[in-house]
């Protein structure tokens, strides 16, 4: 029986790849097919238990099915990159936009997320907290897409000074509601996640929990490349 996140499969569409990320295929650490494979036979099973699990903290639950739900619905393109992003090469998802479509579109970068999840087993975490984080990286973007109806992300292409602050005043806010609806609420429900998720919430928890406090939004001026 096909899972619901399952349907979600046949709408991946790489056709954009090097065109959108100037990655040639000489880059590609894997191809179309077995990134397209791994997220389809290993990441929606997950994703889809999570969704259906009313353990999981509905922070997470929600968006993860609100985001395929829009996937499905054609309303959100989907692409599953079978290359590291070029200059983040730890990035494993990120919300972006299509202009020749006129949409909204989710990226994978299929080993960039396979990695993580081998870093999260040798850190310690267990197959379930391992799978929670993978729901909570998902339901991140789908933070930036609810953002996104306040700050079009198809007025936020280029690397203008303007559009670069926006970006890092909603990637702010994207972490501060992912802490604390999120982040906390996961480590509340006894799931134990990789380091490199909680420092996000220590370190919000040091700038009082407050998106807009100079010093955690500076963080993502240095990070997007303003200063």
Not at 85 to 107: C, F, T, W
Not at 143 to 170: C, F, I, T, W, Y
Not at 201 to 216: Q, T
């Amino acid at each position: 029986m096909e899972t619901a996140i399952g349907a979600g499969a046949g709408l991946m569409n790489t056709s954009r790849l090097e065109a959108q990320y100037t990655i040639p295929q000489k880059d590609w650490v894997m191809t179309v097919e077995q990134a397209r494979g791994y997220v389809s036979k290993e990441i929606h099973p997950e994703l889809d238990r999570l969704i259906r699990d009313p353990k999981i903290p509905a922070g997470v639950s929600r968006r993860v099915s609100n985001l395929f739900t829009e996937i499905i619905s054609r309303k959100i393109g989907y692409e599953i990159v079978p290359a590291y992003q070029p200059n983040q090469r730890g990035m494993i998802a990120h919300m972006d936009y299509d202009p020749d479509k006129s949409q909204e579109v989710l990226v994978v970068f299929a080993p960039a997320l396979q990695q993580a999840r081998r870093d999260y087993q040798k850190e310690g975490l267990a197959p379930r907290d391992i799978e929670f984080t993978t729901g909570l990286i998902f339901a991140h973007e789908r933070v930036h897409q609810e953002l996104a109806v306040k700050n079009p992300l198809k007025n936020r292409m280029g690397k203008s000074p303007a559009v670069l602050e926006v970006n890092a005043q909603d990637e702010a806010q994207a972490w501060g509601i992912t802490v604390l609806e999120m982040i906390r609420t996961g480590q509340k429900a006894g799931y134990k996640l990789p380091k490199v998720i909680t420092d996000y919430s220590e370190i919000f928890r040091k700038f009082g929990d407050n998106y807009n406090n100079p010093a955690w939004l500076n963080g993502f001026r240095k990070q997007i490349g303003i200063f």
